[in-house]
């Protein structure tokens, strides 16, 4: 059975009841995390839970435990037998009825769950299209917040185009894919959208940053235009359940050569190395 974790109870996810004055369900007003399980063990887990309490911070979601919410992230993870799995957890501002302003002393409503995750093989080896649009999202992008609406819109305009992803621009500087960070590499040098309030700054694009600082691979965290983009030697896109995806198509046209390039192959596999290095870590 498929256990989850609701408002202090951990229940049969296919029986679960949603309170219906949870304000994620009438606002989307909350936070969110996907945490990778690779082996039955957590991957950067420690950075998924500063950043969740970041973004609730952000959004003045108060009176969260960190150590609630990790002890809640392993309790999930052992009660379900899943050992390659991606766990979700939200955190929505409480249980009211609807209105706007936050409501006077409601707490904090957890909900965790986990599905099984393969990585993406297929795709990391052979690359992926991608198109490109405007970024009309808001100006908090950097809150990992359970609105998706404008993501979910960008993504299915990529669907609807035969594509994977949507890497968005604002005013022709790409900010991010519609669930993804994009890198681009040009005369080996990697390029990549500043960590500022334009774009949510993936765990996957940190790691992919620290791998490079660690490798000397020279990088910037600079914003580059489509045009850029579309001329760059490589681009790829990050992120927690699709690692480093390779895109060798944007809106029709091949990128480099249209093949998968060495820079991009180098921090797959400098990547794939961490996460057979889990293997060895302890976790409580
Ligand atoms: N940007 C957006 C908009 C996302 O939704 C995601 C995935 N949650 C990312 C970037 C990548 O972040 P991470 O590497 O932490 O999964």
């Given at each position: 059975?498929?256990?989850?974790y609701?408002n202090?109870?951990y229940v049969n996810?296919?029986?679960?009841?949603?309170?219906?004055?949870?304000r994620?369900?009438y606002f989307?007003?909350?936070?969110?995390e996907?945490?990778r399980?690779?082996?039955?063990?957590?991957?950067?887990?420690d950075?998924h839970?500063?950043?969740l309490m970041?973004?609730?911070?952000e959004v003045?979601?108060?009176?969260l435990e960190?150590d609630?919410i990790?002890e809640i992230l392993?309790?999930?993870?052992?009660?379900?037998a899943?050992t390659d799995?991606?766990?979700?957890i939200q955190?929505?501002?409480?249980i009211?009825p609807?209105?706007?302003?936050?409501?006077?002393?409601?707490k904090?409503v957890?909900?965790a769950?986990i599905?099984?995750?393969k990585r993406?093989h297929?795709?990391m080896?052979?690359?992926?299209?991608a198109v490109t649009t405007?970024?009309y999202?808001?100006?908090?992008c950097?809150v990992k917040s359970l609105?998706?609406?404008a993501n979910?819109m960008?993504?299915q305009?990529?669907v609807e185009?035969g594509?994977?992803?949507?890497?968005?621009?604002r005013?022709g500087?790409?900010?991010?894919?519609?669930?993804?960070?994009?890198f681009?590499v040009?005369?080996?040098?990697?390029?990549t959208?500043?960590?500022d309030n334009?774009i949510l700054?993936?765990i996957?694009?940190?790691?992919v940053?620290?791998?490079?600082?660690a490798?000397?691979i020279p990088f910037?965290?600079?914003?580059?235009?489509?045009?850029d983009?579309?001329?760059?030697d490589e681009?790829?896109?990050?992120?927690?359940?699709?690692e480093?995806?390779?895109?060798?198509?944007?809106d029709?046209r091949?990128v480099?050569?249209?093949?998968v390039?060495?820079?991009?192959?180098k921090?797959?596999?400098?990547?794939n190395k961490?996460?057979?290095?889990l293997?060895?870590?302890k976790?409580s």
């Amino acid at each position: 059975m498929r256990i989850s974790y609701y408002n202090g109870e951990y229940v049969n996810h296919d029986e679960m009841r949603i309170k219906s004055g949870d304000r994620a369900f009438y606002f989307g007003d909350g936070v969110y995390e996907v945490v990778r399980i690779y082996d039955g063990r957590f991957f950067t887990l420690d950075e998924h839970t500063d950043r969740l309490m970041a973004s609730a911070e952000e959004v003045m979601i108060r009176g969260l435990e960190r150590d609630e919410i990790v002890e809640i992230l392993h309790e999930v993870r052992e009660r379900n037998a899943i050992t390659d799995g991606a766990l979700y957890i939200q955190v929505s501002r409480g249980i009211a009825p609807r209105d706007h302003s936050f409501p006077d002393g409601s707490k904090p409503v957890i909900y965790a769950s986990i599905r099984e995750a393969k990585r993406p093989h297929g795709q990391m080896e052979e690359g992926v299209r991608a198109v490109t649009t405007e970024d009309y999202r808001w100006l908090k992008c950097h809150v990992k917040s359970l609105n998706l609406l404008a993501n979910v819109m960008e993504k299915q305009y990529a669907v609807e185009n035969g594509a994977k992803e949507t890497i968005m621009h604002r005013d022709g500087v790409v900010t991010e894919g519609s669930s993804t960070n994009v890198f681009m590499v040009r005369n080996g040098t990697l390029f990549t959208h500043p960590a500022d309030n334009l774009i949510l700054n993936g765990i996957t694009r940190q790691e992919v940053l620290k791998l490079a600082e660690a490798n000397e691979i020279p990088f910037r965290e600079e914003g580059f235009t489509v045009p850029d983009m579309s001329e760059a030697d490589e681009v790829f896109y990050t992120s927690t359940t699709q690692e480093i995806t390779p895109v060798t198509n944007i809106d029709g046209r091949q990128v480099g050569d249209g093949s998968v390039g060495g820079t991009t192959r180098k921090l797959q596999s400098l990547f794939n190395k961490k996460i057979t290095q889990l293997k060895s870590v302890k976790q409580s």
